[in-house]
C-alpha cells in the first residue's frame, strides 16, 4: 500500500515548481489529476530537444523537461474558463483532497476558483498556491520566473569564481526548492486534517523557498552582517574544501575536520603544515585560504586522479571525482540505488529518492500525453 493512497489530487499546475511538486505526491500513491487546456496543455511539452521518441524512432511531442516531473499522473483536457468545463471542475474538486495551482496572483479568482469559492465545493480542501513571489507583499503580483528569482534571492551572488561573474544553478533550484517545500506543506495539511478534519490554504512562493535553501550561507550573514564570500568551487567556511586539479582530472576533496586534515598531512608526508601558523586550525586556513589551496593543489597535481580516490578512500578522507551525467548514472552505486528505472517498457525517468519501507513509492504512470485520460475520468468519477 501507498503512503497517499485514496488521495486524488486536482492539480493546475504546468512548468516545474507546481508539477514537481504534484509528481511527488503522484509517486506516494495519490491520483493526480492533471488539468490541462485542450489545443495547448503544459508548455514544457515542447521545451525541447530532445524529445521523446516512440516505437518507430520518430521524435514525438513530449521533451524531456516535461517528462521530468510529470509521472504518475493523469491528464485532462478541460477549458476551465468555460461554464461548462468550470462545471466539471467544480464537480471534480468535490471529489478531490487537495487542490494545486500555481497561477498569477487573482488569476483563478477571475474564473471562480479561488480559495474561498473552491472551500465551498469541498470544505475541508488542502489549497495550495506556487507562484513567484506570494500572496502577499509589494511583489505579490508580478511573475516569477526561476533564473529572475535566483537573482534577487543573493543565490546567485554566492555561485562563481571570486572575481568572476555570478551564476545561476546549473539546474532550476528555485522552482524545484518551491516544489519540494510545497509538497512537503501539502504532507503536512494532509495530517492536521486527520487532526482536526478541516482544510486549509496554503501560500508558497519561489522566492521564500530559495532563501531558505541558503540556509548557512544566508545565516552566515544574518550573524554578522557581512556578505558570504563567492569561493568557486570552494567553501565559505571550510578549508581545504573543493576541486583540485591532478595529473589527469579534478578531484574532490572536502577535508571537514582538524582528524582529516592530519591523516591527509601524514598521508602526504608533510607534518610540517600541522606545526604552521597558517594551516593550524580551520579558522586560520580559512583566513589564509589563498596560501592554503596553493599548497594542497600543489600536491594533488603530483597524482593521478585514480591514486587520490583509492587511496584518500582508504583512510576515510572524503575524496571523489567529478563526473558527467555518463559517469555518474554508470557509476556501480547508482545502479545498485535503481537511481535510472523504467515506467513500463518505453520511458526511463530519475527514481525518486524517497526509500519508505512499508509504504514505497510506485512507479505505475508514465506522463501523460495531453488529454490521455479526460474519458476514462469522467467515466470513473462524475458518471
Known amino acids: 500500500m501507498t503512503a497517499l493512497e485514496g488521495i486524488r489530487v486536482f492539480d493546475m499546475t504546468r512548468v516545474l515548481a507546481g508539477p514537481f511538486c504534484t509528481q511527488i505526491l503522484g509517486d506516494l500513491g495519490a491520483d493526480v489529476i492533471k488539468i490541462e487546456q485542450p489545443n495547448m496543455g503544459d508548455v514544457t511539452r515542447s521545451w525541447g530537444p530532445p524529445f521523446e521518441r516512440d516505437e518507430m524512432g520518430q521524435e ?25 468545463g468550470l462545471e466539471i471542475a467544480h464537480r471534480l474538486i468535490e471529489k478531490s483532497d487537495v487542490f494545486v495551482e500555481n497561477f498569477k496572483v487573482g488569476f483563478l479568482a477571475r474564473h471562480g476558483l479561488s480559495y474561498e469559492e473552491v472551500k465551498k465545493i469541498k470544505p475541508d480542501i488542502i489549497y495550495c498556491s506556487i507562484t513567484g513571489f506570494g500572496q502577499t507583499g509589494p511583489y505579490a503580483s508580478h511573475p516569477g520566473y526561476d533564473f529572475q528569482v535566483q537573482g534577487l534571492s543573493g543565490l546567485m551572488s554566492l555561485i562563481g569564481e571570486p ?66 564570500p563567492r569561493v568557486g568551487n570552494g567553501h565559505p567556511n571550510i578549508v581545504p ?58 600536491i594533488i597535481h603530483q597524482k593521478p586522479k585514480a591514486y587520490w580516490i583509492e587511496q584518500l578512500e582508504k583512510i576515510d578522507i572524503p575524496v571523489g571525482p567529478v563526473n558527467t551525467l555518463a559517469d555518474a548514472f554508470a557509476n556501480p552505486h547508482v ?49
Open 60 to 84: 514525438t511531442t513530449e521533451s524531456a523537461y516535461y517528462l521530468s516531473c510529470n509521472r504518475n499522473k493523469r491528464s485532462m483536457a478541460l477549458d476551465f474558463t468555460q461554464a461548462k
Open 163 to 228: 572575481e568572476g561573474m555570478p551564476l545561476r544553478a546549473g539546474i532550476s533550484i528555485a522552482d524545484i526548492g518551491a516544489g519540494m517545500y510545497s509538497a512537503m506543506a501539502i504532507l503536512a495539511a494532509l495530517f492536521q486534517r486527520t487532526r482536526t478534519g478541516e482544510g486549509q490554504y496554503i501560500d508558497m512562493a519561489l522566492l521564500d523557498s530559495t532563501m531558505a535553501l541558503m540556509s548557512f550561507a544566508a545565516q552566515s550573514y544574518l550573524l554578522d552582517g557581512r556578505l558570504p
Open 241 to 298: 574544501y573543493g576541486a583540485f586539479k591532478a595529473q589527469d582530472g579534478f578531484v574532490i576533496l572536502a577535508i571537514g575536520t582538524e582528524a582529516q586534515f592530519e591523516k591527509f598531512c601524514h598521508f602526504v608526508g608533510r607534518d610540517d603544515l600541522l606545526t604552521h601558523p597558517h594551516f593550524l586550525h580551520n579558522a586560520d586556513r580559512v583566513r589564509h585560504r589563498e596560501e592554503v589551496v596553493a599548497e594542497i593543489s600543489a
Open 335 to 383: 545502479k545498485a540505488r535503481d537511481i535510472a528505472r523504467w515506467i513500463g517498457d518505453d520511458v526511463k525517468t530519475i527514481a525518486s529518492p524517497l526509500h519508505l519501507s512499508a509504504s514505497p513509492v510506485s512507479y505505475h504512470k508514465r506522463p501523460p500525453r495531453l488529454g490521455e485520460h479526460t474519458e476514462e475520468i469522467l467515466a470513473e468519477i462524475l458518471s
